[in-house]
């Protein structure tokens, strides 16, 4: 007699718990109602989310993987391919273009020696350009993570920022 083996699952029962928790929010017909969340909560263990990820999330929540992998690279809060464990993303789009937005990204370019779209190579931060976060007023904003956004953001405020994630390391 042989024991049937589990495949192993590449998330944690603390993010299906945490995915179980965005599924109750919905009706048992709308699961895929989710998947936003689903992938921000993989992304959130993992750091990205891969292939094997999107198809893990979306045989939990009963979707096809390409509905799930159309998700994940429609929205550019999501990270397909490895990133740093900050990823900082800077508005540029015109309002805050005219509010310095553009020179900050130039700044974080030259500090981290990177480009939009790369990774440091220490793994510590991957710089995006972003769209617009509703923030205009703040200009120039920027969000670390999807989380922490960060407002009227000059040179003395980058570099302070940068400091306080390399020490949080």
């Given at each position: ?161 940068l400091a306080e994630l390399r020490d949080a390391k």
């Amino acid at each position: 007699m042989s024991a049937v083996t589990q495949p192993q699952r590449l998330l944690s029962d603390d993010a299906y718990a945490r995915i179980d928790r965005e599924l109750a929010k919905y009706p048992a017909e709308h699961r895929q109602s989710a998947v936003m969340a689903a992938l921000a909560i993989a992304q959130d263990e993992t750091g990205w989310v891969s292939k094997e990820i999107i198809e893990e999330v979306a045989a939990y929540l009963g979707m096809p993987p390409i509905a799930v992998h159309e998700v994940a690279t429609f929205y550019n809060m999501y990270n397909t391919r490895p990133a740093g464990k900050y990823s900082i993303a800077v508005c540029t789009c015109l309002p805050c273009a005219l509010r310095d937005g553009t020179k900050a990204a130039e700044h974080l370019k030259e500090k981290l020696g990177i480009g939009f779209g790369e990774t440091t190579a220490d793994g510590l931060f991957t710089l995006k350009e972003s769209e617009c976060l509703g923030s205009c007023g703040d200009a120039p904003v920027l969000l670390v993570n999807n989380k922490r956004m960060c407002s009227f953001m000059d040179n003395q405020k980058l570099d302070a920022l940068l400091a306080e994630l390399r020490d949080a390391k």
